[in-house]
DNA sequence: CTGTTTGATCTGTCTTTGCCTAGA
DNA sequence: ATCTAGGCTTTGACAGATCAAACA
């Protein structure tokens, strides 16, 4: 009885309650909204309902009434299944996914008492809401191990991303890439970068719109089995890879004597683990989507609306970005490219005539519609297109015509030169805020070069031949951060090494700072690098980067002031934290008066400090006191509410311009002073009393007891074992004079202790020794005793007693195979006394060797 | 669209000085 | 009888971080 009651409740618990069970169902009507949960429902239902003794295990989160009736069982279970299939329809991704390891709550049964016998009402109310989707949504949080991976890939990854860039900066430096290139450059245009020593921004100007117009940039990587042969068909189909294009023009660049890195923003796995699951799929989906757009889109804005450089799609990219996140991505697009094919095709020819139209009529304006912001249309519009040139490409899967036809349309825009030159050069020198288009994609790679005749004493210049964009550095961010592609890492490589120029792009450094790893790593694997750029450079432009990071504006939002590096709002401060002193007020951000970081002391207990071999001065009062959570008292002690405040603890919180170097009572006459438990406590080797040494070293006390030597247990924290706080010892704390004599000693004390042991062990082993000679002897024995020919063995006279036996399946041979031959002479038979090796089996476990003679009889000896 | 607030939930930190029993 | 080593047991409160949703 009792397991068909345990059966109907699971039942209950595996669906929604039955429509009777009236306040389940308005629960389930009303926990159907995509408002957050309340508290009391939030992650409680399904309630699970369980009997018998596991009863009174249930965990007390969920609450389940139950009342069963056995004769409306059969109902209410068809109902809830009719009513399950509902809300499966509503939520099958979700139940699909999460059936397995359905996280259910156990409630408990309010009524205790109720016998299954039949008739007997039996109902089940659900005291929380039912299953809904919005219910069943657990927001599933990273545990440590997921970050520690995650970090672990995120730096993985920055080695991985670090290594490729030096890849790159080496066949920038290829004489043959750099002699290629610089052939391809028309003789006027290397007129304006010929001075050197006195080079401006402005004079790279022609070179980059040159090299932008030339080189076709596509999303799709052709290996050719080295970065330098890619490079070297890069020059000689102008198509290739942003990161080929952007090489080229570095070797350019530095074939013409300039001083250029190679400079990328790593694209690196985040730092923090992806715990929405499914949600990455859609965003690197779009994300990829976006990125390879053609960059002549008509919604493009700014100063790429009129390249000529055609980004083509990445078709396998896609497929197996999306084969590996589940294929749903792959599918959805793939079905959605079907679709809008038709559509698409009509809209690039109207693209392309409309790029034509907008050519010819030759309106050097910036006004144009390119300005206007993106709409939800244009966004469609820009996905279908992407998707019809998916579609196009995996189609035909030839490279060679869509280079061709990449390079006809772009030999097409080529066409206008004059109108596209006027308008970039305008454009490009302009400080035009332009907003970035998504379609653009976010600018992963760019060239740095040093002009010497820029500035005061000449700076790096920011050139992108991709985007045609040059010393546009603020454009950077903005563009990254529209391509949802924030920058995090900008390294500039030279030389076969890099350097992290973050900074010059970055302006809101406390944005991108939480995604980066920890500094004092991220700075040591750079520092050989940097010195190799450095070398390679001949220029360090660490000053700079430093004034940029020390002169970050005030950020305008609150938030930003959370930890910010710079700032600090008093809001924001930690429960240990004070500012000394309390200014100056750098300026005010909503009313609340912003701080310099610098002014952000941390403070510490008494006991803090102690254990950094600090102790607070004298008269020294606390500079911040907080309430300190005290172990609960017993219910007997917390009867005067009235005091509570009073008794309180509080904790006394004191800064480092508080403290001084902890002054303890000097050890005297050999006597080691100790607290009141006669113990010294070693939280750091600062803590040791003056004129004492702690000694690490097991069964030490022994020795300094028989010697006679003063000496206290060092204490060196504690360890939280069954609930209980329990003081961990390592060592003893002696007088500084003692520590020869002690270490003398317990070496001596050592030395006989390990004599001892290896007494104790040969004296082990000889018994060991003993042991098995005797058995060998008995075994022998044995043998002989079943060797003499007078001592047969008869199937019925087994010497049980010295572990043989009969194997009784065998020994019966009369009864299976009763025409043998061999057991026609069975009383004559005298079994073999070397049995055949493959009639062996030995047990590993047992040690018991089984012998068996071909006549059926086996015998079983143990082996020791 | 961005920033702020609020609330829920999870994680990490802080707390800080046995008891009993077998065997020597 | 006394001493010693080792096994047993397995906190809990709170601040801060993080996320989602609502709202301005």
């Not at 080695?159 to 790159?168: E, H, K, S, W």
């Not at 040059?470 to 390294?491: G, Q």
């Not at 438990?677 to 007891?705: I, N, Y």
Request: with cysteine.
């Amino acid at each position: 009885m009792r397991r068909t009651r345990s059966q109907s409740a699971g039942d209950a618990r595996a669906r929604p309650p039955p429509p009777s069970a009236g306040q389940g169902t308005e629960a389930a009507a009303g926990g159907a909204g995509r408002r957050r949960a309340s508290p009391a429902a939030k992650g409680k239902a399904p309630a699970k309902v369980e009997t018998g003794s596991a009863l009174g295990n249930a965990r007390k989160k969920g609450r389940a009434k139950a009342e069963l009736k056995d004769n409306a069982s059969t109902e209410s279970c068809d109902a809830g299944s009719r009513e399950k299939n509902n809300v499966e329809e509503q939520t099958e991704a979700a139940c699909n996914n999460d059936a397995a390891d359905m996280d259910w709550e156990e409630g408990h049964v309010e009524r205790n008492e109720y016998s299954h016998e039949l008739g007997e009402t039996i109902t089940v109310e659900f005291a929380d809401d039912v299953p809904s989707s919005t219910n069943k949504k657990t927001v599933r949080r990273a545990t440590a191990e997921e970050k520690e991976l995650a970090e672990l890939v995120h730096k993985v990854h920055l080695l991985c991303l670090i290594a490729r860039g030096r890849v790159v900066d080496k066949a920038c430096n290829d004489p043959l890439i750099q002699a290629s290139i610089l052939s391809l450059v028309p003789n006027h245009l290397l007129w304006s970068v010929a001075d050197v020593p006195n080079l401006r921004a402005v004079n790279l100007r022609n070179l980059v719109s040159w090299f932008h117009r030339t080189f076709c940039v596509t999303a799709q990587s052709t290996d050719r089995g080295s970065f330098v042969s890619n490079l070297a068909f890069t020059i000689q189909d102008r198509v290739g890879t942003a990161e080929e294009v952007c090489a080229l023009s570095v070797a350019l660049f530095r074939a013409l004597n300039l001083t250029a890195r190679f400079v990328t923003n790593l694209d690196v796995a985040g730092l923090k683990p992806d715990t929405k699951g499914m949600g990455t799929l859609n965003q690197d989906a779009s994300r990829l989507c976006t990125r390879s757009l053609p960059y002549n889109s008509p919604v493009a804005g700014g100063n790429v609306v009129s390249s000529p450089v055609l980004v083509k799609d990445n078709t396998q990219d896609s497929v197996s970005m999306n084969q590996r996140r589940g294929g749903l991505g792959k599918s959805k697009q793939t079905s959605a490219c079907k679709r809008s094919l038709s559509k698409t095709l009509s809209g690039i020819k109207v693209d392309n005539e409309s790029s034509c139209v907008s050519a010819s009529s030759q309106v050097p304006s910036t006004s144009s519609n390119a300005e206007v912001p993106k709409r939800k249309g244009d966004v469609e519009f820009e996905l279908q297109l992407e998707m019809a040139l998916s579609a196009t490409a995996a189609e035909t899967q030839n490279n060679n015509q869509a280079t061709h036809t990449s390079q006809s349309i772009g030999s097409l825009q080529d066409s206008t030169p004059p109108m596209k030159k006027l308008r970039q050069d305008t454009e490009a020198t302009s400080s035009s805020s332009a907003v970035w288009s998504r379609s653009a994609g976010a600018p992963l790679y760019w060239a740095e070069v040093y002009c010497s005749g820029q500035a005061s004493t000449g700076r790096w210049v920011h050139s992108d031949v991709v985007n045609d964009l040059l010393d546009a550095e603020r454009k950077v961010e903005a563009s990254s951060a529209v391509c949802k592609k924030p920058l995090r890492y900008v390294v500039a490589f030279a030389g076969n090494g890099a350097k992290d120029v973050t900074r010059r792009y970055c302006l809101q450094w406390h944005r991108i700072a939480p995604g980066r790893v920890n500094p004092e790593w991220w700075e040591s694997v750079l520092a050989p690098l940097k010195q190799m750029e450095l070398a390679a450079t001949n220029n360090s432009e660490d000053m700079e980067l430093q004034t940029r990071a020390l002169t970050e504006p005030l950020p305008t939002s609150q938030q930003a002031y959370k930890d910010h590096h710079l700032y600090a709002l008093e809001k924001w401060l930690h429960k240990n934290q004070i500012l000394h002193p309390k200014g100056p007020v750098l300026g005010f951000c909503k009313g609340h008066p912003v701080y310099p970081r610098s002014c952000v002391q941390t403070l510490q207990s008494r006991h803090g400090w102690l254990r950094e071999g600090l102790q607070i001065r004298e008269n020294e009062l606390p500079a911040k006191v907080v309430t300190r959570p005290k172990r609960t008292f017993n219910a007997q002690s917390v009867q005067s509410n009235a005091d509570e405040d009073a008794l309180k603890p509080t904790l006394e919180l004191y800064g480092e311009w508080q403290v001084e170097p902890l002054q303890l009572p000097h050890a005297v006459d050999g006597i080691v002073p100790k607290n009141e438990r006669g113990q010294v406590d070693v939280w750091s080797e600062k803590c040791l009393p003056p004129g004492t040494v702690h000694l690490r070293l097991p069964r030490l006390f022994q020795v300094a007891k028989r010697l006679g030597i003063d000496y206290a247990p060092a204490m060196v924290g504690f360890d939280y074992r069954s609930g209980r706080c329990l003081p961990v010892f390592d060592g003893i704390v002696v007088c500084t004079e003692f520590k020869h004599a002690i270490l003398e000693a317990y070496a001596e004390e050592e030395e006989r202790r390990r004599a001892e042991e290896r007494k104790q062990d040969e004296a082990q082993a000889l018994s060991r020794w003993y042991q098995l000679l005797c058995s060998i002897v008995t075994r022998q024995r044995l043998k002989e005793s079943y060797k003499t020919p007078s001592h047969r063995l008869d199937h019925e006279g087994t010497p049980r007693n010295d572990n043989i036996q009969k194997n009784t399946q065998s020994s019966r041979p009369s009864e299976r195979e009763p025409n043998s031959s061999k057991l026609q002479t069975d009383h004559d038979h005298e079994h073999v006394h070397e049995y055949p090796e493959e009639d062996q089996s030995f047990d590993e476990e047992t040690f018991v060797r089984t012998k068996r003679c071909p006549c059926g009889f086996s015998i079983q000896v143990e082996e020791l």
